[in-house]
């Protein structure tokens, strides 16, 4: 079955790097942009951005621009998403999650979100 | 980017009751929103595209509906397990962003 699975739970100081990974199972991974998605304590859902595993492309929201990157493996069927000089408010869980995009007479339509990773926590404190 | 506003912030029913949530946005996104539920400690679940088609397994008591810029997610008779927090997305091609709206917490009454 389609599957996607983070790495575990980290806890990092402030300014420090944290690099999730998101192992994708069940499908031709290169097929699929996948997103980035995160959920500070209590709170909604925030877009980070996306990466297209097949060409490695990106778009990163406006907010982590300068901040984030992502990049994927395609041997391992791997996507990572690195967010540097973390803040305490960066304390959150980080979801990876699969674009159900498709091709139409050479324009790529955005799709929905499915299926998503476990999330990974990543705590930020001193 | 395109905002998404969603109404009630909190819903409280109770089992076997009919209840909507609306979702509003800033601009058209034609019918590109899907809806999802989350549970706590959760990821969340699929449960809407394309507006109004049903994810294959989601029970037929949920359904979606709206274009343009007014969408309602509904549940036809609240069973025990539907009580969570539902968003809606949006993911118009036209958009560079992806945008949910802040959630339904939909608790007991």
């Known amino acids: 079955q389609v599957q996607l699975v983070q790495s575990g739970a980290e806890v990092k100081k402030p300014g420090a790097s944290v690099k999730v990974s998101c192992k994708a199972s069940?499908?031709?991974?290169?097929?699929?942009?996948m997103h980035w998605v995160r959920q500070a304590p209590g709170q909604g859902l925030e877009w980070m951005g996306w990466?297209?595993?097949?060409?490695?492309?990106?778009n990163y929201a406006q907010k982590f621009q300068g901040r984030v990157t992502m990049t994927r493996d395609t041997s391992i069927s791997t996507a990572y998403m690195e967010l540097s000089r973390l803040r305490s408010d960066d304390t959150a869980v980080y979801y990876c999650?699969?674009?159900?995009?498709?091709?139409?007479?050479?324009?790529?339509?955005?799709?929905?979100?499915?299926?998503w990773g476990q999330g990974t926590l990543v705590t930020v404190s001193s | 980017d395109i905002q998404m506003t969603q109404s009630p912030s909190t819903l409280s029913a109770s089992v076997g009751d009919r209840v909507t949530i609306t979702c509003r946005a800033s601009?058209?996104?034609?019918?590109?929103l899907a809806w999802y539920q989350q549970k706590p400690g959760k990821a969340p679940k699929l449960l809407i595209y394309k507006a109004s088609s049903l994810e294959s397994g989601v029970p037929s008591r949920f359904s979606g509906s709206g274009s343009g810029t007014e969408f309602t997610l509904t549940i036809s008779s609240l069973q025990p397990d539907d009580f969570a927090t539902y968003y809606c997305q949006q993911y118009n091609s036209y958009s560079p962003s992806i945008t949910f709206g802040q959630g339904t917490r939909l608790e007991i009454k």
């Open positions: 069940g499908y031709t991974f290169t097929g699929y942009y």
């Open positions: 999650a699969r674009e159900m995009g498709s091709y139409s007479s050479g324009w790529y339509q955005r799709g929905w979100f499915d299926p």
């Open positions: 990466i297209n595993p097949n060409s490695g492309g990106t």
């Open positions: 601009q058209s996104i034609s019918s590109w």
